[in-house]
């Protein structure tokens, strides 16, 4: 009976980590959620080295990003690129440079 009952402990003792292991692997499936956070980090982690974005910066940028808060820029923001953009091709059409240049962005981006 004893020698039974040491087979019995044996084998259970044997088995045991392949039960273990089982439900560790069927754990190690992501969720939809954890998919989801996943494929954001991704296009997230792609947006700033589109930008080259570099320490502070980039986290700032991806701890927004991750949050779902960075959805562009702002229109106002939208605006002072459109305008820099418009000087900046009127500056190049009039063949301004050095400190005529500056003088004459300045005026335009304030005006």
Aim: glycine content about 6%; proline content about 4%.
């Amino acid at each position: 009976m004893k020698g039974l009952l040491a087979v019995a402990c044996a084998f259970m003792l044997a088995v045991s980590p392949l039960a273990l292991a089982q439900d560790k692997a069927a754990k190690k499936e992501p969720t939809e959620a954890q998919k989801k956070q996943q494929e954001r980090m991704k296009s997230c982690n792609a947006r700033a080295g589109d930008r080259k974005l570099e320490g502070d910066a980039r986290k700032q940028f991806m701890s927004s990003c991750l949050k779902g808060d960075d959805s562009g820029p702002s229109p106002k923001q939208k605006a002072q690129q459109q305008k820099m953009t418009d000087c900046n091709k009127q500056a190049a059409s009039k063949k301004l440079e050095g400190d005529a240049r500056k003088n004459f962005m300045s005026s335009c981006l304030k005006g």
